[in-house]
């Protein structure tokens, strides 16, 4: 078991040199290693040939690594002529980025309440939020969440101040530490059916001190707890004190109607998968509906939809194309018409009807539906997953790479960024007829 003093050791930041970011001492760095490269090559009495494409090639690197701080830059790969050409329509046509051009679906709530966080808020917290994220013990969180949604759930977390916090899903129990990092004092429930210690013998993993764990024999799904009864022993009788994260890629619409038949108002899901992707049916999914604007699509391959989604599959890894959208029967709720569960070991073909009840019920109880903003655009981040098409503006924008590096974003490795999906709060409450 990890001890806690061992985990709340900050590495220190990085030095002047190494986080100053001086775009000159770099290029300097580039060109002092191009002039090395090619006298190496003459001196290994290497061809003239291969001398000149080395320093081309890395012309190149230089010029590429100008242009990716220049604004405004989507990654796009240098050799990609179709790419470039659409990137700059874009740009002439006055955006400062993609986000949200093909639509961002959201859910409608009862009253339409919003939370109390503001732009300026998330910032402010991304400031603190950078160098603890730096000291986590699990460095390759491969399969768990990356840098957005730990900041986001940390952001949350700290900002509810909740009594108790439940989380479903831990894996090697990075979202526990997080957790933890935002509520030093509050007692966490944590379900599982591996329990983290387990990965203790294989490389870094994080075991709490103050938490109940219902792991490995003790493991129960959180459709089966008897809430009523473990909130009595944890000393809980107020359940709007309560956070429960979801990270277990269960179908959210029986998690959301569990969490209500037990009484919990405060619900985090991570995987909040996009129409078309993931393993689970998502709120987003359920919330795709033609009367939500960018919600609502049509399989017809000849429309200025499908064009877009053709074009944006080569940019973006997890954007979706009307082949991926699209199944059977020109279904495209859901994936391809299917309601996923349990990462996919399970799935069920539902109706348009099916779908749409499913939209209208979530409304019915939904108080507040808050989507977390990507932390930063992809000219900051690099990141190649996500579709920014489909998603909200980032919190720092694109462009503006002065504050990407004075929130201390710069110094992380740009694989930190790529597991982006939409993580979602829910405030909830029994549904109005
Ligand atoms: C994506 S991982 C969680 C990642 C973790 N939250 C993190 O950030 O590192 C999903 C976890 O859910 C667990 N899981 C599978 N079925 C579950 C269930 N019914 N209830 C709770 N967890 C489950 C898996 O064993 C796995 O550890």
């Known amino acids: 078991m990890m001890q806690e003093s061992m985990l709340s050791a900050r590495r220190s930041p990085p030095s002047q040199e190494e986080d100053d970011g001086d775009d000159e001492s770099k290029i300097r760095k580039h060109a002092f290693l191009a002039a090395r490269i090619s006298m190496h090559a003459r001196l290994a009495s290497a061809s003239h040939c291969l001398a000149v494409s080395l320093s081309l090639l890395l012309l190149l690197l230089v010029a590429s690594f ?15 002529s179709i790419a470039r050409t659409t990137l ?29 966080w503001t732009t300026k808020d998330l910032l402010k917290g991304l400031e603190e939020f950078v160098p603890i994220y ?18 986001g759930l940390w952001f949350m977390a700290r900002w509810l101040k909740p009594d108790l916090m439940i989380e479903s899903g831990a894996f090697k129990g990075h979202s526990t530490w997080v957790l933890r990092q935002a509520m030093p004092g509050t007692r966490i429930i944590s ?8 990965y203790l013998k294989k490389g870094p993993a994080y075991v709490d001190a103050n938490c109940t764990y219902f792991s490995g024999k003790d493991f129960l799904d959180f459709g ?12 809980i009788s107020d359940l709007s004190r309560v956070l429960v994260f979801f990270d277990d890629h269960q179908n959210e619409l029986k998690r959301l109607k569990q969490a209500l038949k037990a009484g919990f108002r405060h619900l985090i899901f991570e995987d909040n998968y996009d129409t078309g992707t993931g393993d689970h049916y998502s709120l987003r999914q359920i919330c795709d509906q033609f009367y939500i604007r960018g919600g609502g699509h049509s399989c017809f391959k000849d429309s200025d939809e499908a064009r877009i ?62 989507e977390l903003p990507p932390v930063a655009g992809p000219s900051l981040t690099h990141q190649t997953r996500y579709d920014p098409s489909r998603a909200p503006d980032p919190i720092v924008e694109d462009g503006t790479y002065g504050l990407f590096r004075r929130l201390g974003l710069a110094r992380l490795e740009t694989s930190v960024f790529n597991g982006y999906t939409q993580m979602v709060y829910l405030q909830i409450s029994a549904p109005t007829s």
């Open 88 to 116: 700059f329509e874009a740009s002439l046509e006055g955006l400062a980025s993609d986000f949200g051009s093909l639509g961002v679906p959201w859910c409608r709530s009862k009253h339409g309440k919003t939370v109390e």
């Open 191 to 198: 379900l599982s059916p591996r329990h983290p210690e387990k």
């Open 224 to 235: 089966s707890v008897d809430w009523g009864n473990v909130m009595r022993k944890h000393g």
């Open 134 to 151: 730096e000291t986590r013990p699990i460095k390759n969180n491969m399969y768990g969440m990356g840098f957005d949604h730990s900041f």
């Open 66 to 80: 100008f242009l990716s701080r220049s604004r405004p830059v989507i990654c796009v790969p240098a050799y990609d």
């Open 309 to 370: 989604r053709m074009k944006r599959k080569r940019f973006w890894e997890k954007a979706v194309d009307v082949d991926v959208l699209c199944g059977e029967g020109e279904a495209w709720w859901g994936v391809k018409g299917y309601m996923r569960d349990d990462f996919n070991h399970s799935n069920k073909a539902i109706s348009y009807a099916e779908h749409f009840q499913n939209s209208r019920f979530v409304e019915s109880v939904l108080d507040v539906y808050w």
